[in-house]
C-alpha cells in the first residue's frame, strides 16, 4: 500500500500503471455498501409511513425516488447519484405504479 497506493471509490479502483498513468479499473470492493441503520430510531409521526401510504407511494416520492451518492466527485468533478428505486432494482414501469398514490 505505502509504496503502490490505490483509490476505491464509486465502483472503481484507481491506481498508476507502470507507465505512470491513471488507470480505472471496476472493483466490487469500491461500490456502497449496504447495511441497516438501526441508530436515530424514530417514533410517532416521524416514522416513515406513519402519514400513511403517501409517505412513499407519491408523484414526488421521497422514499421511491431519494438520491443516493455512489461517487462524491466523477472525473468532471461532479457527485453521482442514483435513487433509491435503482438501488432497489425496482424497473422503469414498476416504478410508475409505485409513484401513484395508494
Ligand atoms: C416505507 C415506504 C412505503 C410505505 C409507507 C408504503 N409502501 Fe407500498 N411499497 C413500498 C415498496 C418499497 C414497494 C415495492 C416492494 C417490492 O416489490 O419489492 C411497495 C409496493 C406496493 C404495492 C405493489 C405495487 C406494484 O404495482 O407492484 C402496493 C399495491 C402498495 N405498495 C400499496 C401500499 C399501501 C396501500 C400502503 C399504505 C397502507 C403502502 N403501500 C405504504 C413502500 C412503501
Redesign the pocket.
Known amino acids: 500500500m505505502a509504496s503502490h497506493p490505490v483509490l476505491m471509490k464509486g465502483g472503481f479502483l484507481y491506481h498508476l500503471d507502470k507507465a505512470g498513468e491513471v488507470e480505472k479499473i471496476k472493483h466490487g470492493q469500491a461500490e456502497v455498501l449496504d447495511f441497516s441503520l438501526s441508530h436515530n430510531v424514530m417514533s410517532g409521526t416521524n416514522v ?2 406513519s402519514r ?2 403517501k ?3 407519491t408523484k414526488n416520492s421521497p ?1 421511491f425516488l431519494r438520491k443516493i451518492l455512489i461517487d462524491p466527485c466523477d472525473e468532471n468533478g461532479n457527485p453521482v447519484y442514483i435513487e433509491n428505486w435503482e438501488r ?1 432494482g ?1 424497473d422503469q414501469e ?1 416504478l410508475s ?2 409513484l401513484l398514490e ?1
Open positions: 416513515i409511513g400513511g401510504c409517505d412513499c407511494h422514499f432497489l425496482i414498476k405504479r409505485l395508494q
